[in-house]
């Protein structure tokens, strides 16, 4: 029997598609684990997971209500750095176009998608 490691799929689901705009409830996250990576959990479990990657160091904010609601608050860079990164790889000479746009790519997976579209702008 493969072992999948569950806490690292809830870590990767939260980093890169929440953010304070876009959070995910708990029904959302045991679906995207269950019809992606076909890890089935109790919601339970889940909480307890998410508290682990708290006391981990991650900043996930859960919202409490009839359905928990879950999202990464902070980011290694805050959408002013990102813009200067881009603005940076953009204006540089010595880039190729191709280039400019992978390394684009790559500085958007630092953030959620909300805020590398907000960058992008």
Same mark, same amino acid.
């Given at each position: ?41 109790? /919601? =339970?479990?889940?909480? @307890?997971?998410?508290? %682990? +990657?708290? *006391? ?36 540089? /000479? =010595?880039?190729?176009? @191709?280039?400019?746009? %992978? +390394?684009? *790519? ?16």
């Amino acid at each position: 029997m493969e072992v999948k490691p569950r806490i690292l799929y809830i870590k990767k689901i939260l980093e890169e598609r929440t953010d304070e705009e876009h959070t995910l409830t708990t029904n959302q996250i045991l679906d995207i684990l269950k019809n992606e990576y076909d890890i089935s959990t109790h /919601r =339970v479990t889940l909480a @307890k997971d998410i508290a %682990a +990657l708290q *006391e981990f160091g991650m900043d996930i904010v859960v919202i409490h209500s009839t359905q928990c609601k879950y999202f990464v608050a902070s980011r290694q860079f805050e959408l002013p750095e990102l813009k200067l990164l881009i603005d940076a790889v953009e204006s540089s /000479r =010595v880039i190729t176009d @191709k280039k400019s746009k %992978a +390394l684009i *790519e790559k500085i958007h997976t630092m953030t959620s998608p909300g805020t590398g579209r907000k960058a992008q702008a």
